[in-house]
Each structure stands twice: as structure tokens, then as C-alpha cells.
């Protein structure tokens, strides 16, 4: 038997005995991984039958079930959310890429008749791709490093969806909080009209005060139908990311925000943690040096795109049977790889400027998405422990005179007018903070988080209560 012979035998050998396969998990074990390292500890499950779908709508039942807080809607989203489970397909042909690259080309087999008089030629050929077998090792690496680059972006994906979710949990919240102060307002403004009127017709009071009592009350119903169009179109929100309709659309939210966090968080590294943590900026580098690779095998292929080997078995009528090898190689004439190698180089250089710029736009996203925190935090502590509670004393002092009859009914209802509202910018205050804390988050773990909202611009109901009387 030929050297060739035995060298072709002896790999194809090697490699139906090492031949890739698609992995159990399909890769989301260690997107799970990732993802309990930053804090996501809820299910994250790839969809893949219709057990797996029985699975889940149990599961998501069993969550409906209670009033929804921050973390039982991540999870929903993450078990339910129809777009992020679309994006499991991407990890699956990453994978199949991956699987492909560890596999030959199937070789061939050719066989030919010829006849020259009573003479009879048989041409028998077996064909293997010694390119792929040679170049199979870079080319594996190269759709491994294509599959993590896949993992990173599902894992980014996943982070973005847990943070849009808890950001519209805590709108959504916060909008049906304030509605319900918005209908106490309404009430409020409704009874001093009514006692406005009656005291007209008695001659206590004025026309003048009786229209401005019915504006009020006019401004007020308009107010509370704004808050609860807010109220709805913020849950609308939250159902999109949650994936639900038909019944489940019915889940119950908290009637209040939590609590403040007793102190501030100090971060001191927190440029260093984002550069060590963030996805888009590793997911950046790791494409960089994805090209690389992928530019090295340009630059050995670029001159040499065509090696075969060919093993032949011939025959003649009345001749000896002829064996022999043949090698087919593509010549460099007219194209010396010059122009791939040159586009490579290029395409290698811009992914590595694009890590370098995103690294830089990573560590001001997240001072400023710091800053963003730390000042709603200082607001909304300032409303808990000074605004509200001061005007919940002016409220007991406007009452007390009242009592004492030092004080008319409508200057009462004014003062409690402005409490209302004190509480209604405390809840957005609160909102502000819990916003802007998803945000950090995202920022330090996931990816670039767009525009980061200064505290008291994010999107709110309309105010239920007017500055004054």
C-alpha cells in the first residue's frame, strides 16, 4: 500500500473517530453560568418541544398565581418572552457551523468507461479534500470563537430583556400607585365642589370661589383619566415583555414600590468591573481576535485554494491493472490572494478599533449611569425623610385650626390637595431610583444602555394635583 494511501486511511480514521457533535445543552449551560455571575438566577430556558413548552406554561401558571414582584416578572419574561426565545435559533446555527467545521467534505468516488476498438478502459478514482483536512483545525477554532461571540450575544440579549422588564415593572407600578392618589384627588376636589355650590345658593359664598372650586374639580377628573391611561399603557408595557395575552393578561401588581435601600452603594471600581464584566465590550475583543484568526487562514490560503488528492485504481482489457495517487493544485496566475488578504486586514483593523472605541464609551456609560443612580437615590430619600413628612405635619397644623375654627373648609382641602401631591412626586422620586438602579445594573453587566435618563426626565403620568389652590 502507497504512503498516500496510508496517510488518507489513517486520517479519515482519526477523524470519523473524533467527529464533532452537537452538545446535550446546545451551549445555554454556559450562558446560565454567565448569567448567575451577574445576578440573573431565574430560569432561562430554550424551548425546544412540546414537553419543554408543557414545562414552561405550568411553570408560568404557578408564577401568575401571586401578585407579581421585580424578580417573579424577570422570570416570566424569561420563560415566556416569544422574541428572546426567537433568539435561541441563532445559538443553534452557531452550533451547527461549529459541528460542520469539525467535519470533512464527503469524498468522492468517480469511475469511467472508454473504449478504444476492442480495447475497454475502466477508470475507477477516490477523491479526498486534503485543504480541509490540513486547514480543519483553524477553521474549528475559528467557529468556536464564532459560537462563544454567539453565546455572549444571547447572554446580552437575556441581560436586556431582565432589565427592560424590571424597568416596566417598576412604571407600571409606580403608574398604578399614582392613579390611585389621582382618584383620591378627584374625590377630594369632587366634595369641595358640591359644598362650593351649596354654599352659593345659601349666599355664604361667592361665584367667583365657586368656579374656581368646579375648575378643580374639572382639572382633576381630566388629570385622573391621564393617570390611569398611563397606568394602562405602562402595564401594556410589561404584558409585551412578559409575553402574555388572553387570560393571563389579569396579573396582579403590588400597590407600592419597595423600600429605598437603607444606605447608598459605594462602587469604587466600577470602570474596572465593567471593562472585566460588561458583554458587549468581551463580545467586542473576542470578535477582534475572531478576526485575526480568520486572517491568518487568509493569508495561508490566499495563494493555495485548491489541494486534492485523488487515489486511482485503472484497468484495460488484456493489461495489468494500474494504481497510482494524483494531486489536483490550483495555480496563483492571474490571482495571488493580494485583494482578500488586503480586505482581511482591513476587516480585522476596523473590529479592532470598534473594541477600542466601545471599551471607552463603556467606562463613561457606567460613570454616568452611577451618577444617574446615586442622584435619584439622594431625591427620593429626600422626599421619604423631609418633603412628606413635613407636609404631613402642615396637614395636622391645617387641621388642628380648622378644629379650632381658625381656618375655612376650602383652605383644609387646599393644604390637602398640596400633601397628595407631595406623595405623588415621591412615588415618582422612588420610580426614578428604582429605574436608574436597573440601569446601573445593565450598564456594569450587559451592554450599552442607550440613553441614560437624568432623574425626574423619565416618562411619567400626568401630576393629579395642581402646584397650588
Known amino acids: 500500500m502507497s504512503a498516500l494511501r496510508k496517510l488518507i486511511i489513517a486520517a479519515a480514521a482519526l477523524l470519523l473517530g473524533g467527529c464533532a457533535a452537537f452538545s446535550e445543552d446546545g451551549g445555554t449551560g ?19 418541544s412540546d414537553a419543554e413548552a408543557d414545562h414552561a406554561a405550568k411553570a408560568l401558571r404557578k408564577l401568575l398565581t401571586q401578585p407579581l414582584s421585580a424578580d417573579t416578572a424577570v422570570q416570566i419574561a424569561l420563560l415566556n418572552n416569544r422574541g428572546l426565545q426567537a433568539k435561541y435559533a441563532e445559538l443553534g446555527i452557531a452550533e451547527a457551523d461549529l459541528v460542520q467545521a469539525g467535519r470533512l467534505r464527503n469524498p468522492g468516488l468517480s469511475f469511467g468507461r472508454s473504449h478504444r476498438g476492442d480495447v475497454v478502459e475502466y477508470e475507477r478514482a477516490f477523491i479526498f479534500d486534503l485543504m480541509g483536512l490540513l486547514t480543519m ?7 468556536t470563537e464564532r ?19 424590571r424597568r416596566a415593572w417598576v412604571r407600571a407600578v409606580a403608574a398604578q400607585q399614582s392613579a390611585v392618589y389621582a382618584e383620591q384627588v378627584r374625590d ?3 366634595a369641595a365642589a358640591e359644598l362650593a355650590r351649596r354654599m352659593l345658593r345659601a349666599g355664604n359664598f361667592s361665584a367667583l370661589d365657586q368656579a374656581r372650586e368646579q375648575a378643580f374639580y374639572a382639572d382633576a377628573a381630566t388629570r385622573l383619566a391621564l393617570s390611569r391611561q398611563a397606568a ?30 437603607q444606605a447608598p452603594r459605594e462602587i469604587a471600581d466600577i470602570e474596572q468591573q465593567a471593562m472585566r464584566q460588561r458583554l458587549d465590550v468581551q463580545g467586542a ?9 480568520i486572517l491568518g487562514l487568509t493569508r495561508t490560503t490566499g495563494w493555495l485554494s485548491v489541494l486534492e488528492a485523488k487515489y486511482m485504481r485503472n484497468s484495460e482489457s ?7 495517487w494524483e494531486i489536483e493544485l490550483r495555480l496563483p496566475i492571474f490571482d495571488f490572494g493580494t485583494a482578500r488578504n488586503a480586505r482581511a486586514e482591513h476587516i480585522y483593523m476596523q473590529a479592532a478599533h470598534r473594541a477600542t472605541d466601545l471599551a471607552v464609551r463603556a467606562r463613561s456609560e457606567v460613570r454616568e449611569a452611577y451618577g444617574a443612580w446615586r442622584t435619584a437615590y439622594d431625591l427620593a430619600r429626600h422626599y421619604r425623610e423631609e418633603i412628606v413628612p413635613l407636609r404631613a405635619r402642615i396637614a395636622e397644623e391645617t387641621l388642628l385650626r380648622y378644629n379650632g375654627m381658625l381656618m375655612s373648609v376650602f383652605e383644609l382641602l387646599a393644604e390637602s390637595r398640596q400633601q397628595v401631591g407631595a406623595v405623588i412626586a ?12 436597573a440601569t446601573l445594573q445593565f450598564a456594569i453587566h450587559g451592554k450599552s444602555p442607550g440613553a441614560i435618563a437624568a432623574p425626574g426626565n423619565s416618562p411619567r403620568a400626568a401630576t393629579p394635583v395642581a402646584a397650588g389652590h
Open 30 to 48: 454556559k450562558i446560565g453560568e454567565t448569567l448567575a455571575a451577574r445576578g440573573i438566577s431565574q430560569q432561562t430556558p430554550w424551548i425546544r
Open 137 to 143: 483545525p483553524v477553521r474549528t477554532r475559528i467557529e
Open 147 to 165: 459560537f462563544q461571540l454567539a453565546q455572549n450575544r444571547l447572554t446580552a440579549d437575556i441581560l436586556q430583556v431582565a432589565a427592560d422588564t
Open 188 to 190: 377630594a376636589a369632587e
Open 232 to 261: 394602562l399603557a405602562a402595564r401594556e408595557q410589561l404584558t409585551r415583555l412578559l409575553g402574555l395575552w388572553g387570560p393571563d393578561i389579569a396579573y396582579r401588581l403590588p400597590g407600592r414600590l419597595p423600600e429605598l435601600p
Open 285 to 293: 475583543m473576542q470578535e477582534a481576535a475572531n478576526i485575526a484568526g
Open 318 to 324: 488484456g493489461e495489468l491493472r494500474q494504481t497510482g
Open 426 to 437: 415621591s412615588i415618582e422620586a422612588q420610580r426614578d431610583f428604582w429605574i436608574a438602579d
